[in-house]
């Protein structure tokens, strides 16, 4: 099975920060990255697919970037709404694993 | 507008059975994969199953294959999830998502299945 590591596991970050978050594949995924933002209560939201390919109607504050094992999802200037819990995912073999999560936090 | 719904969600037995649906619109649901996701109480996203339109190929979690049984119903646009041996770490909301370009685009609001011990 391919593990996704993401770091860190948390941060804590002002209104109008940049913001970048680290997800490594145990082996080579190509581009098949994709990330998701997870609120409580709420449905996750798919921001990033084939690794930098935003999906339609995500802010361009964010981007992704990467291929093979490292990857990185950024937030160039964090908004309130943007508070939340991200995921990557690889989609290259099953199971289709997540990461363990990035909590991001107001400081 | 694309809307997924799931249901089914109850309190169950550790040993007991659960079937879980997801009522499809707004898109061609017959043309498209989809998913099977859950979230543990205070842990991450898990991808649990995955099965595609034609229901040729089905993908399973180690933690639910041999128990966990995914279908659909393509001319009731809908996804089941049949639950079988449940255990307390099966305790989780339960997520239908829709995959494209081998992500998950659209997902439902989710639905808490509960396996007491």
Redesign the interface.
Known sequence: ?IQMTQSPSSLSASVGDRVTITCRASQSIIS?L?W?Q?KPG?????LI??AS?L?GGVPSRFSGSGSGTYFTLSISSLQPEDFA?Y?C?Q?YS????????TQVEIK | EVQLVESGGDLVQSGGSLTLSCAASGFSFNIYSMNWVRQAPGKGLEWISYMTSDTRTIHYAASVKGRFTISRDNAKNSLYLQMNSLRAEDTAVYYCARSVHYAFDYWGQGILVTVSS
């Open positions: 099975d098949k994709s998701y997870h709420k449905a996750p939201k798919l697919y084939a390919t999906q819990t995921y995912q989609s099953p199971p289709l694993t997540f990461g363990g999560g």
